[in-house]
């Protein structure tokens, strides 16, 4: 397996579980209907730990795009592999969306609020306002990728390391994810958004790209501000 093939796969998983489980606690008729924040936030970082563990060996498992572009500006990462990484990650993105949608196939036309199923797919904020939605997916991103780079660089005992993510990703859940949903992702959000927005999804609405750029860009210059703090702290 090729790193970019890992990579894609790592990604597919990571959205075909972290998804799955916003699926399950949202929509209509499924066993872990109103499951609520707390099982999401937990399987999010559930499903990043295995994620990691599955590929991490063979392409570093960053899953996102943000963590990419944090790890090359820290020196950590070929510039040469950057662009393949993104699209890696966006089609795995893509792919696990589908995934969740067959899924639950039969509780999408049960499910009556389309912006429920929206949210399966991408994130949107609590209050909408530009720049404070923004300042949260910053903050939350540069928290993420200062946080990996400072744990990989202390000593773990041999396969820790996914752990130590995985409790990352639920504690940003916990600390900044109430408002924004804390897509943090670039691939985690924008691509089965699209996904949302091209399949045969009863009565779903519409994607919500008047947003749908914030989780992009704001995950962008989070990765990219934690990478130039860690450089200049250490």
């Not at 936030?41 to 990043?48: E, I, N, S």
């Not at 020196?75 to 699209?87: A, E, K, L, N």
């Not at 996904?195 to 008047?210: M, Y």
Request: proline letters at 6%; glycine letters at 12%.
């Amino acid at each position: 397996m090729t790193p970019y093939i890992a990579e894609c796969f790592g990604t597919m998983l990571l959205i075909l579980l972290g998804e799955g489980v916003v699926a399950g606690v949202l929509l209509r008729g499924t066993k872990s209907e109103n499951a609520g924040w707390l099982t999401i936030v937990l399987a999010w970082g559930l499903a990043v730990m295995i994620a990691i563990y599955a590929v991490g060996r063979i392409s570093g498992a960053h899953l996102n795009p943000a963590v990419t572009l944090a790890l090359f500006i820290a020196g950590d990462f070929p510039g040469d592999q950057v662009f393949g990484y993104f699209i890696a990650q966006f089609v795995g993105a893509f792919i696990g969306a589908v995934l969740v949608w067959l899924h639950y196939f039969p509780h999408w036309k049960i499910t009556e609020n389309p912006q429920t199923k929206l949210a399966v797919f991408a994130t949107s904020p609590a209050i909408r306002s530009v720049p404070n939605n923004m300042f949260s997916e910053i903050l939350g991103t540069m928290v993420l990728t200062l946080a990996i780079l400072f744990i990989g660089a202390n000593q773990f005992t041999e396969g820790l390391n996914p752990i130590a993510v995985g409790a990352l990703i639920s504690t940003i859940g916990f600390s900044l994810g109430g408002t924004t949903g804390f897509a943090i992702n670039p691939a985690r959000d924008l691509a089965p958004r699209i996904a949302h927005a091209i399949l045969p999804i009863p009565g779903k609405g519409a994607s919500d790209w008047s947003y749908s750029w914030i989780p992009v860009v704001g995950p962008l210059i989070g990765g990219a501000l934690g990478a130039f703090l860690f450089n200049l702290l250490f």
